[in-house]
Structure formats: structure tokens, C-alpha cells
């Protein structure tokens, strides 16, 4: 009798346990870029080498869901001239508990540490940091961003209505921030600590047409003693033409606070109306549609991190994705900014090129070849007069292995 007792006691703590799915892979990848703003380097080419393993799990039950993804990233940089290593390490957790069928409360958190040398990461939270000269040769953390929010995602029992809301706190910048305003020529970062609301719902009024509202809002305290407070408000309509076209049209309005470094100088109030403008489609290639595509107008508020200020900003983009069988796909992005203001930004102005690609090696499921390149095209009042040209390429080999089909 003790043996079926014990094989009865063990199947009962196995079914009550809870399941995990898991995704681990690593990738090395070799990088050939342009120097940093910030960078001393002999040549105007440099290269990098770099390795990353990446963890991805969910552990899940009938009521919850928990997020964990790890990935440490591990880079040679300039290896053909001064060799020096620095690591970056980055976190991302993500708790869902159901209350009811209709209403799920959330909690996330998410931390990227280190130094990196290319102008934007996408970390384990998808996450950009910024751009810093490098203090010694090795090892120095001279970045962080960190974020824990908790909000809730429900529908109230209303019928076709969907509310999300986050509310959170920001740590963004370098490690050992500037308490000085940043003059021309210095591109290092302040630290920003900040407060951020953020909220949205959708409404279907019929089977294509859909009410929405966004609010968004955050409280900036820079390094520098500098402040600067926001908030956006901008109810929208979008329209589903069919199951593969939709255009969404926010407009909206943006109040803030310039909040001075002196206390003898004046609070300066800021209003500007808004609007964001998305068209997604997709693009004709052949007999098919497998392409899609985002075309994107935005004219928005825009705390810039240099300067501190707080300004409007005319934004322009489209993003193009494909995706092929075996999880193979194509990824490609152009944006292009600029300051709308007659103040010392009126002449910034930002051009982004990005592609990607995930393309499996025939005949195995475990490996992936990965290409990148970034192209940027910057002038900024901070900057050098001239613009600023950068531009980096990579290709990485991805080993993957999947479990429970994360």
C-alpha cells in the first residue's frame, strides 16, 4: 500500500505544480561600425564582437502568468585596435493574476545595466539607452534603466470595452550623471528620475469602428536640478477597412511645466495641441500580401535628454515586416524628426535607418542566422555644427532551443 500511496501523493503535487514553458538561446554576433561622438578611435571603422545568451520562461497557472526573460550581454570593442571588454546586463519580469475573467492586475519590472557602445539597445524589455563616452578601458557600469509599474487590465463588464492603465517609476541615465547642464560637445546623458502614467482604452462602437483614449503623463527631475512635467490627453477613432487595413486618427492635446535649474528664474507653462496619425497595410508583393506595413505622423511634446527641454516634436516613419515559415522574418524601419520651435532646437532634426533579418539555416531547427544594420543621421544643438553620421552592421549566428512552444 505505501508504494501506490506514494505514486498517488506524487502525480498530485506534479498536477499541482505549476507549468513553465522556457526558450534559451544564445547568439554571437560581429559588428562593424563608425566611432561614438564620444569615442576615440585611429580609424573611422571599428569593430565589436559579442555574445549574449538569453533565457526566456513563463511559469502560468489557471489564475497567473509570470514573465522572465535574462539576457547578458558580453562585447569586445574595437578589436583590431584597443582591445576593452564591457558587459551589459538586462531583466525583465511580468506578473498577470486574474481576479475575474474580465479584470487582470499586472505588475512589471525591468532593469538593463552596463556600458554598451551602439547608439540604441533593445534589451530584454525592449528598452533605449542612451549614448555616453566610456570611462576607462574596462568594466565600468556606466548605464541604468529601471522601471517597476503596477496597473490592471480590464473591461469593467461592459461589452467591447478594453482599459489598460500602468502607473510607474523611471530611473534612466548614466550611473555617474552630470549635475551641470550639458554644453556643446558633451554628449553625456543626465539622469532622469521620473514618475509615468500611462492609460488607454478601446471601445467598439460597431465591428470596424473603434473609440479610443490615451492618456499619458510624467514628472522629469534631471541630474542637472532641471524638472520638466507633462501630461497628454488625446481621445481617437479607428476604422478597420477589413481584416488586413486599419487607420487610427488621435488627436489630442499636451500641457507641461519648465521647472528651472535657478529658483530665481520664472515657471514657464507650456500647451500644444497633438496628433498621431497610423495607417497599417500591406504591401502588395506579387500575387500575395505577405509584407505589412505601419505608416506612422505624430506631432508630439519631446523632453530631450541633452538640453532638458521640453519641445514639440514632428515625427515620420514607416516600418515593414515579413514573416516566412519556420519563424524566419524580415524587419525594416525609417523614421525621420523634427523640432517644430523657434528656440536654440529649431535646427535638430533626426534620420533612422534600421533592417533586420532572422533567417533559420535549412535542415535544423536550433539555428538562425541574424543580420542588422543601423544607419543615423543626426544634428543636434549640442552636438559639433556639422551633422553627426553613424552607422553599424552586424551578423550573428542565434542557437535556439524551445520547450513547450514559448
Known amino acids: 500500500m505505501a508504494l501506490p500511496a506514494l505514486a498517488l501523493g506524487a502525480l498530485l503535487v506534479t498536477a499541482s505544480a505549476p507549468a513553465v514553458k522556457y526558450k534559451a538561446s544564445a547568439r554571437i554576433e560581429s ?140 530611473v534612466n541615465g548614466l550611473l555617474d550623471p552630470p549635475v551641470r547642464p550639458t554644453r556643446r560637445g558633451n554628449a553625456s546623458y543626465p539622469q532622469q528620475r521620473y514618475p509615468e502614467l500611462r492609460m488607454q482604452s478601446f471601445y467598439g462602437a460597431t465591428r470596424r469602428d473603434y473609440f479610443t483614449l490615451y492618456l499619458y503623463g510624467r514628472d522629469v527631475s534631471f541630474s542637472t536640478g532641471n524638472r520638466d512635467a507633462m501630461i497628454q490627453f488625446a481621445p481617437g477613432l479607428q476604422h478597420q477597412f477589413n481584416n488586413l487595413v486599419d487607420l487610427s486618427v488621435d488627436p489630442g492635446v499636451a500641457l507641461g511645466r519648465i521647472y528651472p535649474r535657478r529658483p530665481d528664474q520664472p515657471i514657464r507653462t507650456f500647451r500644444m495641441p497633438t496628433l498621431d496619425v497610423a495607417l497599417n497595410t500591406p504591401v502588395p508583393v506579387g500575387l500575395h500580401w505577405p509584407v505589412k506595413a505601419k505608416v506612422r505622423l505624430r506631432y508630439l511634446p519631446y523632453i530631450d535628454p541633452l538640453t532638458t527641454q521640453l519641445i514639440p516634436r514632428a515625427e515620420t516613419g514607416v516600418e515593414f515586416k515579413w514573416e516566412g515559415r519556420r519563424e524566419a522574418k524580415v524587419l525594416g524601419k525609417a523614421f525621420y524628426s523634427h523640432a517644430i520651435t523657434s528656440g536654440p532646437h529649431r535646427y535638430d532634426n533626426d534620420v533612422r535607418l534600421e533592417a533586420e533579418s532572422f533567417l533559420p539555416l535549412p535542415h535544423t531547427r536550433l539555428l538562425v542566422l541574424q543580420t542588422k544594420g543601423q544607419f543615423r543621421w543626426t544634428h543636434h544643438v549640442v552636438l559639433p555644427p556639422q551633422a553627426t553620421v553613424q552607422w553599424a552592421l552586424s551578423v550573428g549566428l542565434v542557437v535556439r532551443y524551445d520547450r513547450g512552444r514559448l
Not at 520562461?57 to 535574462?70: A, I, N, P, Q
Not at 506578473?95 to 487582470?104: A, C, G, H, P, T
Not at 557602445?117 to 529601471?146: C, E, Q
Open 31 to 170: 559588428v562593424v561600425r563608425t566611432p561614438l561622438v564620444t569615442e576615440t578611435a585611429a580609424t573611422r571603422v571599428v569593430s565589436d564582437v559579442m555574445i549574449a545568451p538569453r533565457l526566456d520562461s513563463v511559469l502560468y497557472t489557471s489564475r497567473m502568468e509570470l514573465k522572465f526573460v535574462y539576457e547578458p550581454q558580453f562585447w569586445m570593442r574595437q578589436v583590431a585596435l584597443q582591445q576593452t571588454f564591457e558587459s551589459l546586463q538586462s531583466v525583465f519580469t511580468q506578473l498577470e493574476y486574474s481576479l475575474r475573467r474580465d479584470f487582470k492586475l499586472l505588475a512589471v519590472h525591468t532593469t538593463t545595466f552596463g556600458s554598451f557602445p551602439l547608439n540604441d539597445f533593445g534589451g530584454a524589455a525592449r528598452t533605449a539607452l542612451p549614448v555616453s563616452p566610456p570611462k576607462d578601458g574596462s568594466g565600468s557600469s556606466a548605464y541604468i534603466y529601471t522601471e517597476t509599474a503596477l496597473g490592471f487590465v480590464g473591461s469593467f463588464g461592459i461589452k467591447r470595452l478594453n482599459v489598460a492603465g500602468t502607473l510607474g517609476w523611471v
